[in-house]
RNA sequence: GCUCGAGUGGUGGAAUUGGUAGACACGUUGGACUUAAAAUCCAAUGGACAUUAGUCCGUACGGGUUCAAGUCCCGUCUCGAGUACCA
């Protein structure tokens, strides 16, 4: 009986498929585990081997918690919005719903053929009606909660609107828009409708406003900050310039203090809470007003250091900040426009590309120191920038060193504050060691005691007060896009409305054209049916649109983050029509326990989801407000590319004959071209390393296509005489990806299957090794269509099976290591599982057999060792050493000769997680009824591995010399005597006497002297 | 520039609290079986020297602590990831 792993996994897969043997329950009496995967967007392309890491690694989990005794959600789903789909179906018509249909049907197939123990019956869809439903749902909650600051959560609309009418927003403490003028109760009643839903949206959580977008003509659409990749968009490297919309955002910022703080509780890389932090970047200091002279205008600016505020010698203003108009000078009015003009037509990546030149203009107004009185000069400069901060900062050039560039270009005086320090080169920002000087009462105080200090002097005149700063900027939350969630908003005069929860979802329209139309308007601008009919409260054709009854829809649609933000949570409880998730289900699974995706979400998906999550709590719809208890992120695994070496040769006219230059020379590329040669690897090498023999032998080789070229132009142009030449130096070759299947596990090329592949390589000549072998020289990149290097996890099956593909993902390192894929190795995994077949076939001809008999104890050990690494391996996420555990076992084992049933049972559990077909299939040949999925994982005892020796190594002077058998229960003083009794001691020490003798019982013996 | 992570054979990688460096696998070499290939099995495989016994050198580099360092400390270099005028 042979290892058919076709058969096997094909079985099997069905098995699991028609018993549902991976549903979760909603309820048990079991305790539950949480475990996810990053849910995959499915591109056209189909899965490749580095894709299914996580997946492998997830599972394995999955299913050693359910032989743990736990009730396992493990769910999968598409993360189906989203651009490529759309991009394509602006090119060919095609709808993207098609499109992405289709790309789902692959992904689920290939996904089936791995193994995966997923519970498909929970499956979601971002771009599903009755998913993307409870998204809408999530929207209109937000836009119907504001931020209190007293409470430190979000709270229903309803009670900010209570508080106006009984106070105005005097004391209200919100986290809202910074323009908000003060009204009282009266106010407040006095307002017409629409003022107050224009003052409501200053509060609300999501908000329509008008903001600085990064707008990317080439796409006709807006990005987010983590779309942005240096100044270019992350998908298509178009150009991104800043913008000014009425957009929807989100006000993330509320939770800023919360998504930091909540980062203590998680369990996740240590990285990827760095990169939250940093872009969530809270600094503490203090916002501080200057008056300016002769106007009632001030200045507010936000300092970390405001105990160098006797340090300042000007101030910067950011060119686009709104007061630069109103301060200006007549003289200065000029240049300052100018400047303006200047910087509005740089791009963003312009700035970014040219940090190192100083410029900025004088605005001919000055501020008033607030504790000297003495005057400021107010500058304009584009290092501050408008988006942080209050865009404006007190400029003091000897602790900071832009602000000291600044002044060093504009011969500003550079004031000295600091004790002992000298500032002639460079500024002096070392807080440590800051002792203040000529700064009136700062004098003689440290960076610490200097800053409290100053903020409590500035806080009683009122002209300044501590403040903590956040980087992180409120989410713009729409895109003018077609493929994404629509809003579920109308607008009556100009605002917003939202549409009743029991009316949505509101579907996609559909249109004939997925570009912008011709006003500039997003694609649902092109929908003939999108207008909102108040009465019958449905979506109608946009011809009855009056403003009276039927409104526009919103033409909008949501970002690629909106559907992924809590979908974690609807796997809970998928299917529930009238709830986002019932309670029962929310708080039976609670949040995730384990999830599992790459780092590159850090400060996207991740940073958004915990903000929803933290939202969805203050709402009390979820029990935990951080969705995920542990995060890893797994490793990318990379190609291994193949290169060939295409020698670049020359042909040069001697005698042209006469002819059409033009014609000889396209007809000489044409032959270059057709009659490419290729050096082997090593033969390459030695060129290159300038081995003259190797040279010359490299020119004979090429003779004979040379000849031929010689004989084809002679052909063509019988009065040509030409000169073929070998280039030379470190350009006589030129490395061209070869596509990684045409190779072995030796680096071998294929040279028949190279040919074939294209046109151009048909006649290629190939010089070979002296084995004849033809060699490539491999190099690790990212795996990628381009670079020939991708492998398909399809062949991969096909050819090892599912099983050594999941071993072999596992076995070539650590989770979270990026590392080469090389499918060669693969054999090894592949060669393990037929020698784990062959343990339970020691009958005739291969056939099935175990016995009944008592194992011995040395296979028990080896059982035994094995449970207890594997369980700590897979507790420590550490699953490539398990594997070679189970290397070990199965060559231990099958040196043993063992075919204990007492042994090959548990022996089939424990690699079950691993490698669940073959783990079925054994199970079942043992004898039993139904899935191994959730039988008892083994239990390790302590008594098998109890030794009664130790081979001690015994080391002198620290390097070890020979080993010693001893029994485990001597004495320290009985193990040195036995030691130095040896005759091997005697030998090392030739007469001397050691110094000391170190015996660790148990580890080690170590002879110093 | 800043923050984080990592440097171990030809390759992927092992190595609990400091205690036998290179487990396990790939590749390579030799052998068995076979008409042959595939598959399978056996042996060798960090480097240098040595007939053997064995000796010396080896975990990016330079120091240090220790009976003992891949592991701890200080400094340097290289690579990778994130971030970038953040006041």
Redesign the pocket.
């Known amino acids: 009986m042979h290892y058919d792993f076709r058969k096997i996994e094909k079985d099997w897969q069905d098995f699991w498929a028609k018993n549902e043997t991976f549903k979760a329950e909603n309820n048990s009496d079991k305790p539950k585990y949480y475990v996810l995967d990053m849910f995959p967007y499915p591109s056209g392309a189909g899965l490749h081997v580095g894709h299914p890491l996580g997946y492998i690694a997830s599972d394995i989990y999955a299913r050693y918690k359910r032989h743990k005794g736990f009730n396992v959600l493990h769910p999968q789903g598409y993360d189906s919005f989203g651009l490529p789909a759309e991009q394509y179906a602006i090119q060919t018509g095609q709808h993207p719903a098609i499109t992405t249909e289709a790309n789902i049907k692959t992904y689920r197939r290939q996904l089936d053929q791995l193994g995966f123990s997923f519970d498909w019956s929970r499956e979601v869809r971002t771009s599903d009606p009755q998913y993307y439903k409870w998204t809408q749902w999530i929207f209109i909650q937000l836009f119907n909660s504001w931020y209190n600051k007293t409470s430190d959560k979000a709270e229903a609309i309803d009670s900010l609107v209570a508080i106006f009418e009984a106070e105005g927003n005097v004391n209200v403490q919100a986290v809202c828009d910074e323009d908000i003028a003060q009204f009282s109760a009266a106010d407040w009643k006095a307002f017409s409708a629409k003022e107050k839903q224009e003052i409501l949206l200053k509060y609300r959580l999501t908000y329509l406003a008008e903001s600085e977008v990064n707008w990317c003509p080439a796409l006709g659409t807006v990005l987010a900050?983590?779309e942005?990749?240096?100044g270019v968009s992350e998908r298509g490297g178009h150009p991104v310039v800043r913008k000014k919309m009425t957009q929807w955002s989100m006000r993330i910022t509320a939770y800023a203090q919360r998504l930091l703080d909540g980062l203590n509780t998680v369990d996740w890389?240590?990285?990827l809470k760095?990169?939250q932090t940093?872009?969530i970047?809270r600094?503490e200091?203090a916002e501080v007003e200057f008056a300016l002279k002769g106007s009632e205008h001030k200045i507010a600016?936000?300092?970390?250091?405001p105990d160098t505020i006797f340090g300042v010698s000007f101030m910067?203003l950011?060119p686009e900040h709104e007061l630069v108009t109103k301060i200006t000078t007549p003289e200065q009015k000029a240049e300052v426009e100018a400047y303006i003009e200047a910087t509005a037509k740089r791009s963003e990546r312009e700035?970014?590309a040219?940090?190192k030149?100083?410029?900025g203009v004088f605005t001919g107004a000055y501020a008033e120191h607030p504790f000297t009185k003495e005057p400021i000069p107010v500058w304009i400069?584009?290092?501050?920038?408008?988006?942080?901060?209050?865009?404006?900062?007190?400029?003091?050039p000897c602790g900071?060193?832009?602000?000291y560039d600044f002044a060093k270009h504009f011969n500003i005086p550079i004031p000295n504050i600091f004790e002992g320090v000298d500032i002639s080169e460079e500024a002096f920002a070392d807080k440590a060691t800051t002792v203040i000087a000529n700064s009136d009462f700062l004098n003689g105080l440290g960076y610490k005691e200097a800053t409290s200090k100053a903020i409590a002097e500035l806080e009683k005149l009122g002209v300044g007060t501590g403040k903590v700063?956040?980087?992180l900027r409120d989410a713009v939350f729409s895109r003018q896009r077609y493929w994404g969630e629509p809003f579920p908003v109308y607008y009556v005069d100009g605002m917003p409305q939202m549409i009743a929860a029991e009316y949505l979802p509101i579907k996609l329209p559909e249109v004939d054209k997925y570009l912008p139309t011709e006003t500039g308007e997003p694609p649902l601008g092109n929908a003939a049916v999108w207008a909102w009919d108040t009465e019958k409260n449905e979506v109608v054709a946009n011809d009855k649109i009056d403003n009276k009854t039927v409104f526009p829809l919103e033409l909008n649609t949501m970002p690629g983050w909106a559907g992924s933000s809590q979908y974690f949570n609807r796997y809970m409880d998928p299917h529930n029509e009238n709830e986002i998730f019932s309670k029962e289900a929310i708080d039976y699974w609670q949040d995730v326990d384990l999830y599992i995706g790459g780092?590159?979400h850090?400060?996207g998906h991740l940073l958004y989801s915990r903000f929803w999550q933290k939202f969805m709590f203050d709402l009390g719809l979820v029990p935990k407000d951080e969705f995920a208890k542990k995060l890893i992120n797994q490793?990318m695994i990379t190609g291994?590319s193949a290169f060939v070496y295409k020698v670049a040769y020359e042909v040069s006219t001697i005698v042209d004959g006469g002819y059409d230059e033009k014609e000889i020379s396209d007809f000489q590329s044409k032959v270059i071209s057709d009659n490419p040669v290729f050096v082997s690897k090593n033969v390459r090498d030695k060129i290159v390393s300038c081995d003259k023999a190797e040279f010359k032998n490299l020119t004979e080789s090429v003779k004979q296509v040379t000849n031929r070229i010689g004989e084809k132009l002679t052909e063509k142009f019988p009065k040509t005489q030409v000169e073929i030449r070998l280039w030379t130096g470190r350009s006589f070759d030129m490395p061209l990806h070869a596509d990684v299947s045409f190779v072995?596990?030796?680096?071998?090329l294929d040279v028949e299957a190279f040919k074939n592949w294209r046109e151009e390589y048909k006649n290629a000549q190939f010089i070979t090794e002296e084995?004849g072998t033809f060699k490539v020289s491999r190099e690790?990149e990212?795996m990628s269509k381009s670079k020939y290097n991708v492998v398909n996890p399809d062949a991969i099956c096909e050819e090892y099976g599912a099983d050594s593909l999941r071993l072999y993902e596992m076995?070539?390192?650590?989770l979270?290591?990026?590392?080469?894929w090389?499918t060669?190795?693969?054999?090894?995994?592949?060669?393990?599982l037929?020698?784990l077949w062959?343990l339970y076939h020691s009958g005739p001809e291969g056939a099935f057999e175990v016995s009944e008999a008592e194992p011995s104890k040395d296979s028990y050990k080896t059982l035994h060792k094995t449970i207890k690494k594997v369980e700590?391996d897979i507790e420590n996420f550490?699953f490539?050493?398990s594997?070679?555990?189970?290397?070990?076992a199965?060559?231990e084992l099958?040196?043993q000769k063992c075919n204990s049933r007492a042994v090959l049972e548990p022996m089939a559990i424990l690699v079950s997680p691993y490698a669940p077909h073959i783990a079925e299939e054994l199970w079942s040949k043992l004898g039993h009824e139904g899935s191994i999925a959730t039988v008892a994982f083994p239990k390790f005892e302590e008594k098998y591995l109890v030794e009664s020796s130790?081979?001690?190594?015994v080391?002198f002077?620290?390097?070890?010399?020979?080993?010693l058998e001893l029994p485990l229960d001597l004495s320290k003083d009985e193990i040195e005597a036995a030691v130095m009794a040896h005759e091997?001691t005697q030998q090392?020490l030739q007469g001397r006497t050691p110094k000391?003798v170190?015996v660790?019982p148990g580890?080690?013996?170590?002879i110093?002297g």
């Open positions: 900050n983590d942005i990749v240096n890389p240590q990285p760095d990169s940093n872009w970047g600094s200091g600016v936000f300092t970390t250091r910067t950011a700035r970014m040219d940090v030149t100083i410029s400069g584009d290092y501050v920038l408008a988006g942080y901060g209050t865009g404006a900062v007190m400029s003091v900071d060193q832009r602000d700063n956040y980087r780092s590159e850090a400060t490793g291994t072995n596990a030796s680096d071998e084995d690790v990212k076995f070539l390192g650590p979270e290591q990026s590392k080469p090389n060669a190795g693969i054999t090894g995994v592949h060669s393990f037929k020698k062959r700590e550490s490539n050493t594997v070679s555990t189970f290397m070990i199965v060559n099958s040196s130790k081979e001690y190594p080391s002077n620290g390097k070890m010399r020979f080993k091997k090392q000391k170190i660790v580890k080690i013996v170590n110093v």
